[in-house]
Structure formats: structure tokens, C-alpha cells
């Protein structure tokens, strides 16, 4: 299977059983045919010893032992685990050096409107997928990424990453109580936090976007410690954590100067969180 990552054209090699959960994480990015412009280009294997397959093991949590290769001009990446840990995953190919130089990469939410892209950041379960969801749904905004800011390294503009997105909670007990549940594809997992989790192709929930787009001009941290709203310098925040590690620095210098923080626990639901963030660009 072909896709494309960010200018790049990734081949991806996996088994008759894997194709299927590929094509469902990595839908937009998938390419009818190879592009003949695409000088930046890549392969990647995908390997399970095991009757699971890779991504079969991937979403089950089982443990078993997995591994992935990434080629790029004739240097191979290798990679072997059995966990879902803070390694870099095989797509995008973010372990190969060669492809991880040209971007900057921050966990967040990203969403556009007229344009302008802002970046949704917090910690893990503070709300950034349903505030993002709420804005894209509800006030007019489209979604770029659900949660990767990639940042191309060379002109500081914002790629779209079309991931699954994941709903748990009330969120999800909201989405399997609705009539859409009936006819949208997802596959599901359990985290050891929040339970069960709906991976859902946002492309089925809201309007989204594709390619690159425009530079980052919002910056929005939901703060579980916050109890208003306010805007603060982003230096003060100290720098993000980014990949490839030891580029905080180079990310500062491509985010906006300012960051708003949004209580992100109390009486504020994310639809009241998704307003306030839309009223604070005024789009």
C-alpha cells in the first residue's frame, strides 16, 4: 500500500489481514497510485510472527512481540517491541532520522478556521479531542490533526495528520447513544485509565482537512490548575515536549508568542471550553 505523509511517499509492505486495519488508521493518506513528483520517498515493513498480525496485536494490548523496518535511501531503521510505549510508531516514519528532520512534532489537537490554525495542547485526558471535536462540529471549524501538531521544520507551516480519533467516556457513551453509531466503522481498545476507547475516522464526524495548510497563529493550553482564562508568554511554559527529542528549542521559535490557558477541569464542559477558545480568536 502507497500513502503519503507530509510530501513524502511511503510504501508500506504488511500482511493480507494487516492491509485492512491500515487502510482504516491511515484512510486519508492512502494514495490510488504513486505520485511521479514525490522526490522524497520511503518503505516501511510491517512484521508480526504471530497469527494476530501487527495491528491486530497493536490494538489488543496483547503483548506480543512486533517489529517494523524503515528504508530511506538505502539506510534501514529497525525496530522491535511489544508495548505501544513513547516510541515512535512506523507511520509516519518519524524513527528514520532522515524523515524526522524535516519536521517538528507536539502532541495537541489542531483545528482551523479561515485559514488560521490553532494548536490544542494539554495534558493526557484533559479534554483536548472533545473540545476540538466540539469546535469542528458546533462552531464552524475543521480539523487538522487529532493529536499531532507537525510542524514542517523548513517553513514552520502545519501539515493535516488524518488519524482515528478516540472517544471515551462521555463522550463515547454519548456517540454509542446516537444513531450514527449504527453505520460508522471504528475499532476499539482499553486503556488502563479511562476503559474502553472508540477509534473513529474523523472524517466521519466532522469536516477535515488535507495537504499542507497555513502557519500556526493560536496557541491553547487546557490546565486542569487554571481557573480562568487567560493569556500568558509561551517562553514561560518552558519548551514542549517534541519529537524528534532536543528540538523544544527550534519548536519555540515556531509557535505563537503567546499562550491562552483554559480551565480544563471544574464546571467548564468542553463545549463551554470549545466557545471561550473560538471567542478568544474572534473567527
Known sequence: MVLGFFGWEITATCSQADSKHLEFLYRPHVMQQPSIHADDKASVELRAEHEAGFFRSVLAKDGREKSFSVRIAGETVRRTFRGW????????????PKFAQNFVVLNAAVVEKG????????????GKTSVALHMCTELGWSLVSDHLLVLDARSARVWSYGSPVGLRGRAREDF?????????ERREVISEVTGRVLLLRPEQL????DGLRGSLEGLVL???????????????????????PGRSA??????????ILVPAAGERTPGQAAHAISASFDI
Open 222 to 244: 487546557l490546565s486542569p490548575e487554571c481557573r480562568d482564562i487567560r493569556t500568558v508568554p509561551t517562553a514561560d511554559l518552558g519548551g514542549p515536549p517534541c519529537f524528534p
Open 206 to 209: 466532522c469536516t477535515t482537512t
Open 115 to 126: 485559514g488560521r490554525c490553532v494548536a490544542i495542547f494539554g495534558p493526557n485526558y484533559s
Open 85 to 96: 510505549s513513547g516510541s515512535a510508531a512506523p507511520l509516519p516514519p518519524l524513527v528514520h
Open 176 to 184: 454509542e447513544a446516537s444513531s450514527a453509531n449504527e453505520t460508522i
Open 250 to 259: 527550534e519548536a519555540l521559535t515556531m509557535l505563537p508568542a503567546h499562550t
